[in-house]
């Protein structure tokens, strides 16, 4: 009897994880059965099988999703990370992980993501102010020689764009504007830099015929300071052509649509913004070798013409009616070297023109004008404290003068002596000169000590006695 009763004691039985999990699982798909939810998708993971894994949230909570054989189920083409959606679902348990989930049966969109959300409503707005029309977007010049650089001084885009100009374009001059690329506030730093390069007159920098403004890969929320309206409008209004290079190839931004010209990285916009220094060599080479080719066949041409013709004549006197025609074609041939020399030089002529610009723009010869700069600034400075020296130097004599006049020097020279105690106090009156006491009479040529031989104060006593 006492064996029943700990038989039906709830306390001591038990049963196993996967028996509880089966009545939570039961439990749900009863009372909660299928519901509609709405929520942001994220972390979607499309597998091989064909079923489809994500998470659905919201601004406090996030619960598992599977969605089998997504492909076939209707609205399966809206799921896409950061998109708002409504799901019919099956409130279920996965068993081997003891995980809450829902299994989709159907979606619909609800809308898009907080930042999608915003990212569309400026670009639909810009795009009807015209800021994305691509009559006003400006040719990327040929061959620039300096170009900004807007971005991070520290992150792997500066590196990127820096090796490729000096490996394809090496006479560019880079500038480089540092500036944030994420977080708050980094929008407005963007927006300065690029305002700034578009009046160098005011801001100081140097006159760029190129920007680069980008940085490297992200998330949205990393990148967002690029699809800020503040950036798009610094863009638009730029009076330099402006390549964006913002991400990786699959990123678009609102400076993308802003800009001139998108590159999907920023190496890539390096390559877009300067030529290939070997190929400009290989072409010119090229096009010398193909225009001495195209002159030696002219000539053979004719001189197998000529021989041809001077072959057919039998008549001794037959190469007089010629006589016009191998004028014309010396003529011709005289022309034909000229122009070619003329094309020639002036092939050269743009070589040796790229090769002293390259020179200029050397590092090198930066650094003279540097040094010659910095002994110009040296020398104007030790004017400037010699000059400064002088005129102290020329305002104390002038003290000093005064001084002398003011002095006790210039009643020495009337005639005038000073009296002193040794210590140097000053003798006032008669009355401050103690018999026996020393003093000092200082005039003009020296001095005189000696000794009082009376007592001012015991006379003027002994007078007022009597």
């Known amino acids: 009897?006492?064996?029943?009763?700990?038989?039906?004691?709830?306390?001591?039985?038990?049963?196993?994880?996967?028996?509880?999990?089966?009545?939570?699982?039961?439990?749900?798909?009863?009372?909660?059965?299928?519901?509609?939810?709405?929520?942001?998708?994220?972390?979607?993971?499309?597998?091989?099988?064909?079923?489809?894994?994500?998470?659905?949230?919201?601004?406090?909570?996030?619960i598992q999703c599977a969605m089998f054989g997504a492909r076939r189920r209707?609205?399966?083409?809206?799921?896409?990370?950061?998109?708002?959606?409504?799901?019919?679902?099956?409130?279920?348990?996965?068993?081997?992980?003891?995980?809450?989930?829902?299994?989709?049966?159907?979606?619909?969109?609800?809308?898009?993501?907080?930042?999608?959300?915003?990212?569309?409503?400026?670009?639909?707005?810009?795009?009807?102010?015209?800021?994305?029309?691509?009559?006003?977007?400006?040719?990327?010049?040929?061959?620039?020689?300096?170009?900004?650089?807007?971005?991070?001084?520290?992150?792997?885009?500066?590196?990127?764009?820096?090796?490729?100009?000096a490996r394809r374009a090496p006479w560019i001059r880079p500038v480089l504007f540092p500036v944030r690329v994420q977080g708050a506030g980094a929008e407005h730093e963007i927006a300065r830099a690029i305002r700034e390069f578009s009046d160098p007159s005011a801001s100081g920098h140097p006159a760029c015929d190129l920007l680069i403004v980008g940085r490297g890969g992200g998330s949205l929320e990393d990148l967002w300071c690029f699809n800020e309206e503040t950036v798009a409008r610094a863009i638009a209004a730029c009076p330099i052509p402006v390549i964006s290079a913002v991400g990786h190839e699959i990123d678009f931004t609102i400076a993308d649509f802003a800009a001139d010209q998108r590159a999907p990285t920023p190496s890539a916009a390096a390559e877009l913004a300067v030529p290939d220094a070997r190929e400009l060599k290989e072409k010119i080479t090229r096009l010398h070798q193909r225009a001495r080719r195209h002159t030696d066949t002219a000539?053979?041409?004719?001189?197998l013409e000529l021989n041809a013709i001077r072959n057919t004549l039998l008549a001794r006197d037959a190469t007089r009616p010629l006589d016009q025609s191998i004028i014309r074609l010396d003529?011709?041939?005289?022309?034909?070297?000229?122009?070619?020399?003329?094309?020639?030089?002036?092939?050269?002529?743009?070589?040796?023109?790229?090769?002293?610009?390259?020179?200029?723009?050397?590092?090198?010869?930066?650094l003279d004008r540097a040094h010659e700069r910095a002994r110009d600034l040296h020398s104007r400075a030790k004017r400037a404290a010699t000059a400064g020296f002088d005129t102290?130097?020329?305002?104390?004599?002038?003290?000093?003068?005064?001084?002398?006049?003011?002095?006790?020097?210039?009643?020495?020279?009337?005639?005038?002596?000073?009296?002193?105690?040794?210590?140097?106090?000053?003798?006032?009156?008669?009355?401050?000169?103690?018999?026996?006491?020393?003093?000092?009479?200082?005039?003009?040529?020296?001095?005189?000590?000696s000794h009082v031989s009376r007592d001012p104060e015991a006379e003027k006593t002994n007078s007022e006695s009597s």
């Open 74 to 165: 209707p609205g399966a083409e809206s799921l896409e990370d950061g998109a708002l959606v409504r799901v019919f679902a099956e409130t279920s348990v996965y068993e081997a992980r003891g995980q809450l989930q829902i299994i989709v049966k159907k979606a619909e969109p609800a809308g898009r993501g907080d930042l999608q959300a915003r990212f569309e409503a400026l670009k639909r707005k810009l795009d009807a102010e015209g800021l994305f029309d691509p009559a006003r977007k400006i040719p990327l010049p040929r061959f620039p020689t300096t170009i900004g650089l807007v971005t991070s001084p520290t992150g792997a885009a500066i590196q990127d764009i820096l090796n490729v100009l």
């Open 1 to 62: 009897m006492n064996g029943g009763a700990q038989t039906r004691n709830p306390e001591s039985r038990a049963i196993s994880v996967t028996r509880l999990l089966r009545r939570i699982r039961n439990a749900l798909e009863i009372n909660v059965g299928e519901v509609w939810v709405e929520g942001e998708v994220s972390n979607l993971r499309k597998q091989a099988s064909g079923h489809w894994y994500f998470s659905l949230k919201d601004g406090s909570a996030q």
């Open 299 to 303: 000539l053979t041409r004719a001189r």
């Open 392 to 449: 102290r130097r020329a305002a104390a004599a002038r003290l000093r003068d005064i001084l002398r006049t003011l002095g006790p020097e210039s009643a020495f020279q009337r005639g005038f002596s000073v009296t002193t105690t040794p210590e140097g106090s000053l003798l006032r009156s008669a009355a401050d000169a103690r018999a026996s006491a020393e003093i000092v009479t200082r005039f003009i040529d020296g001095a005189v000590h």
């Open 331 to 366: 003529t011709l041939q005289q022309r034909l070297a000229a122009a070619t020399r003329t094309r020639l030089r002036d092939q050269r002529a743009r070589l040796s023109e790229i090769s002293a610009r390259h020179r200029m723009l050397h590092p090198e010869r930066i």
